[in-house]
């Protein structure tokens, strides 16, 4: 297994496979690898000749400079999950520098307005710096494919509308959430949780499973009702946001509409922990 620290020594290593037409999948990550991270690995690996994996904690996608500060960095760990998965995968974990080459700020892009809900309406400047990571990124692999986990839904179609706008060749896929035993959605938040936390986060998914019948039985407004008031139950959670919106254009919606699918979006709060999590709901 190779692991390279700057884009030179990647691209080096890579450009010879492209000479070859070896197709390349990528999958890039913040770090603190679990389960999740090595099913779209799985993914790359079964679709394409080579796999490559980006290990960055990208700074300028944080607003809160302390949820960058505490945000796991374990990439020793890191390295001996990816090897023990498969030797073929090639790891690439650059310096800040290394890929802002000493400037740290971040591009805007336009999203259509994809980037105005949710997420984005919480969390001011947090897809444009998305954006601009992960086009570097894909400038400096050049994959033929890369893999994302719809756990973040939104930046996963943000991407798709990135990618698009800017006419790359990139096949952009979607992987299913890849949950613990107890639903749990797994994240490399996660890590903050303590035992117990972890046991009790398991509501989030069981609530939004039972918001999603509520919302093929009755309405949008049954179903939010119905997770506000789990969530007002249970003093140990905030409950940030549950949002249903359209899928294709992440609008939050009022009222269903024949022939439109729709998601479930959720944020909690547990532990000083942000958790998310989203579910198909027709």
């Known amino acids: 297994m190779m692991v390279f620290y700057t884009q030179s020594q990647l ?3 890579l450009q010879p496979l492209k000479a070859a037409k070896k197709s390349i999948g990528f999958v890039p990550t913040m770090g603190a690898l679990h ?9 790359a690996l079964a679709e394409n000749d080579v796999a490559v994996l980006s290990i960055f904690v990208n700074p300028t996608q944080f607003n809160n400079a302390e949820d960058l500060e505490k945000y796991p960095r374990t990439l020793n760990r890191d390295v001996d999950l990816v090897k023990e998965l498969s030797e073929q995968i090639v790891v690439y974990a650059p310096s800040v520098d290394d890929i802002y080459e000493g400037n740290t700020v971040a591009t805007n892009f336009d999203y259509d307005g994809l980037d105005n809900e949710m997420e984005g309406a919480n969390r001011p400047g947090h897809f444009n710096g998305v954006g601009t990571i992960v086009k570097k990124l894909f400038e400096i692999v050049q994959p033929n494919r890369a893999y994302f986990g719809e756990k973040d839904f939104q930046q996963l179609q943000i991407i798709r509308k990135m990618v698009a706008k800017s006419n790359m060749d990139i096949v952009i896929v979607g992987c299913p959430i890849f949950r613990e035993a107890s639903g749990l959605a797994m994240s490399s938040r996660n890590e903050r949780l303590s035992t117990k936390g972890k046991e009790q986060a398991a509501l989030i998914y069981k609530t939004l499973t039972q918001a999603q019948t509520v919302f093929n039985d009755k309405d949008v407004k049954d179903a939010e009702a119905f997770v506000k008031k789990t969530f007002e139950s249970q003093p140990d959670f905030t409950l940030e946001y549950f949002i249903i919106a359209e899928v294709e ?5 009022a009222f269903k509409k024949p022939n439109t699918k729709y998601r479930a979006f959720i944020v909690v709060h547990l532990e000083g922990v942000r958790l998310i999590d989203t579910i198909e709901l027709n």
Request: charged share 10%.
């Open 249 to 253: 254009s992440l609008k939050t919606i």
């Open 35 to 43: 389960n999740g991270h090595l099913s779209l690995l799985h993914q």
């Open 11 to 13: 691209k080096q290593y």
